[in-house]
């Protein structure tokens, strides 16, 4: 299960996301992960049976390409470095590759739910 978001609300509401997009921008750049060679969705969590499941829908490549940023950026944190800024992770490149298979998986779960408590009725009646 992912965390609840405000993001809609915010999509919603021009003015809304002009005023938090430097700010949103700020915070990228102070957590460090592009710095590392990150991307927002390296950073989710692992202990989840939805998340093991999604990072199962990846592509080998995407898959492949998780583990060598996760990787990376653990050498550097024991080593205490960030990488030159020239293989920084760019804003552009930092899409939501895993995100959007968690949030299909979620809907799953849900439609089966409904499914599986589905009264039956009488026709006719």
Do not use: C, F
Request: no cysteine.
């Amino acid at each position: 299960m992912t965390a609840p978001s405000l993001a809609s609300y915010v999509t919603k509401r021009p003015w809304l996301s002009k005023l938090l997009k430097p700010v949103a921008g700020w915070y990228s750049n102070a957590a460090l992960y592009r710095q590392m060679g990150l991307k927002a969705d390296d950073l989710i969590s692992e202990e989840n049976a939805d998340v093991l499941k999604a990072l199962g829908r990846l592509t080998p490549k995407e898959s492949y390409d998780r583990i060598y940023r996760i990787r990376r950026a653990t050498q550097l944190s024991l080593q205490q470095k960030i990488l030159p800024k020239n293989e920084w992770t760019k804003p552009e490149e930092d899409v939501q590759y895993l995100s959007p298979i968690l949030e299909a998986i979620e809907a799953e779960a849900k439609e089966k739910q409904a499914l599986d408590t589905l009264v039956p009725s009488k026709a006719g009646h």
